[in-house]
């Protein structure tokens, strides 16, 4: 299912976290234009991913994570993300898991 994640604006400052339908998700524009969502949800256990310079970090473990890409840049594993689509000044897509 679609829904609206917000306008295009969002981008003029990313990354950066939004919250869509109750739940916090990392919006960021890719080098190649590509517009992504990530879940915040630490893969280690379950803590909370934010926005720290040129990572994403939890900071319950300093676990973090390659924004281009959302893998882990100490262990095995990757944020969940989805892409998204422009439509009409608007940023929609599903949400990642």
Sequence with gaps: MSVQIG????LEEDPQVVTVE?????LNELDDG??????TVCQHQGGRVMVREDVFRCPT????YDPETGECLTEDACLPRTTLRREDGHLVGSLPD
């Design 34 to 39: 590509t517009v992504v969502l990530y879940s």
């Design 7 to 10: 306008p295009e604006s969002l």
């Design 61 to 64: 473990h300093r676990w973090e």
């Design 22 to 26: 109750g739940s916090r998700y990392i």
